[in-house]
């Protein structure tokens, strides 16, 4: 993809204005953790259950109006897909979404609730961007990739603006460390943006760590060809785009992984302490804090990215204790 822009903190403060015109900020709570208190961010609690809704709206907006009528395709497991969805039928575009067959049923049915047509592929053999950019090109729609994307990327930032904003009504420090869940880095990127002076930590899923390695490595690398299972099926990308990776390692993102068992626990302790519904991938900050793998700290954020969760899957994790 040409990439013909970059995204820039200017770009993020916009975004967060055209996002603070249409959705009321979510709770920024504060808990304590091992004792200490951290901040922690309910983006589960978006409309759509999931901070995705930021970029869509960010770029669909910036779509001509000329455009608009033919509409948008994207390419999702289901959050952005949902965001997409949401963004589209508000401005009356309309939507198709490329999604994988194996997504959770909760996330396909609600992105179809929004209107949107959904195309299924395999996750494991087929190429979804080639798909959605052969259904695009047919169309003469606008592609709206889930993270490679400036306008996705600011949009995401968003939330570091809304952060601020919290924090200095409610006297809390402005955050130094932000911790986020990562699957291709747009949220991650749009935060270092939004928060330039607060050093980030992504969080993936073991054997799903594409960004983590690429970062300590200093280039892009994959997950491989055989990545394990894993219940966090918002943070399964093979590999990362050159965009959000550049973003991260210029400004020093570290990362750090958790187990599916810890994610468990993470669910279960914010369903426990913030009566929040977290699907998996959303809940992987929150597990790196309760597993010990990062330090929590007063000055720290920590970002519940996604409520979408499979409600089959979910109550099995709540009558569990592994």
């Not at 600011?154 to 603006?161: P, V």
């Not at 935060?191 to 983590?212: F, R």
């Not at 785009?241 to 669910?267: C, I, K, N, P």
Request: proline content about 8%; hydrophobic content about 45%; some cysteine.
């Amino acid at each position: 993809m040409t990439i013909l822009r970059q995204p820039t903190r200017a770009g993020v403060r916009d975004a967060a204005a055209k996002v603070a015109a249409i959705l009321p900020p979510t709770p920024l709570f504060v808990a304590e953790i091992r004792g200490v208190p951290v901040m922690i961010k309910a983006e589960s609690l978006q409309p759509i259950g999931a901070f995705k809704i930021r970029g869509a709206w960010h770029r669909l907006t910036a779509i001509a109006p000329e455009l608009r009528d033919k509409g948008v395709v994207a390419f999702s497991s289901g959050n952005h897909a949902q965001g997409v969805a949401w963004a589209a039928r508000r401005l009356g575009m309309p939507a198709v979404i490329v999604m994988p067959s194996d997504a959770p049923a909760a996330k396909r049915e609600a992105t179809m609730a929004l209107g949107a047509e959904v195309v299924a592929y395999d996750r494991m053999r087929e190429d979804r961007i080639k798909i959605a950019g052969h259904l695009a090109h047919a169309r003469g729609a606008t592609l709206v990739p889930p993270f490679d994307d400036p306008w996705i990327i600011e949009g995401q930032g968003s939330l570091g603006i809304e952060v601020l904003t919290q924090c200095a009504e409610m006297r809390l420090p402005d955050p130094a460390q932000v911790i986020v869940p990562c699957g291709g880095g747009g949220l991650a990127a749009g935060v270092t943006l939004a928060l330039p002076d607060a050093q980030t930590t992504i969080v993936e899923p073991e054997g799903w760590d594409d960004m983590c390695r690429s970062l300590a490595a200093g280039w892009i690398e994959s997950v491989g060809d055989s990545p394990p299972p894993t219940a966090c099926d918002a943070l399964q990308t093979f590999q990362p785009a050159q965009l959000t990776f550049d973003v991260l390692s210029r400004r020093g993102v570290t990362g750090v992984t958790v187990s599916e068992a810890e994610v468990r626990a993470a669910q279960r302790w914010a369903a426990r302490k913030l009566r929040l519904v977290v699907e998996p991938g959303g809940s992987v900050a929150l597990a790196a804090l309760l597993a010990g793998k990062v330090q929590p700290a007063p000055d720290m954020l920590i970002v519940l990215s996604g409520g979408n969760a499979d409600a089959e899957a979910y109550a099995k994790v709540l009558s569990s204790n592994d």
